[in-house]
Structures are given as C-alpha cells and as structure tokens.
C-alpha cells in the first residue's frame, strides 16, 4: 500500500489549493478514503471521509464551508480543495486508508497560510 500526497504550498490568506493523494497497492474502489490533518502543536484531526464510490463524503463540522474531498477511483487518487484558507488552516495534511485493522498514512503534504 502506498500513499503519495501532493498539492501543499505556501498560500495567501484568502487563496486556494487543491491537494492530491495518489494510490498504489490495493483495490482502491473497494475502500473509503480518509483526509485528517495537523496542525503545529495539536492531535491530528478528520477533515473528510469519502466512500466508495465518492457520492457520500463526510466533513468534520468545522470544514463543511470551505473544503470540498473527492475521488476518481479511474485514477486511484483523492482529491481535496481547500477554499478561503486562513493561518488556522496551516497544517500537514495526509491521506489515510483502513485495509483490514490496518491504518495506511501518507507522508502528508504540508499547507502553509501566510502573508
């Protein structure tokens, strides 16, 4: 199982990113798709949980505005665009899958919020 996260970078208050986490390893369909993130100082939190086939997708309450998770199984990879970032949003994001008892992490891909 390999997860590969992309995307991050240094934005502007008010910018936007789309992050990206390729997969490799397992029958990517068949699972649901995890985004969390951390944040300097603070546990790792959910931000969006994606099934299957990617019509259901779960937010955590504070980012049902301005975050937008997606999938395109053709592909293996999940998406998440991040709208109106502010400096709270500057965090290492990762991609997770559970296969199995087994939690699978990417390495993250590291958002900074700045002027």
């Known amino acids: 199982v390999q997860l590969v996260e992309s995307g991050g970078g240094l934005v502007q208050p008010g910018g936007s990113l789309k992050l990206s986490c390729a997969a490799s390893?397992?029958?990517?369909?068949?699972?649901?798709m995890m985004w969390y993130r951390q944040a300097p100082g603070k546990e790792r939190e959910l931000v969006a949980q994606?099934?299957?086939?990617?019509?259901?997708?779960q937010y955590a309450d504070s980012m049902k505005d301005r975050f937008t998770a997606s999938r395109d199984n053709a592909k293996k990879t999940i998406y998440l665009q991040i709208e109106s970032l502010k400096p709270e949003d500057t965090a290492v994001y990762y991609c997770?899958?559970?296969?199995?008892?087994?939690?699978?992490w990417g390495q993250g891909t590291q958002v900074t919020v700045s002027s």
């Open positions: 997770q899958v559970r296969i199995g008892q087994v939690d699978y």
């Open positions: 390893g397992f029958t990517f369909s068949n699972y649901f």
């Open positions: 994606i099934s299957f086939s990617g019509r259901s997708i």
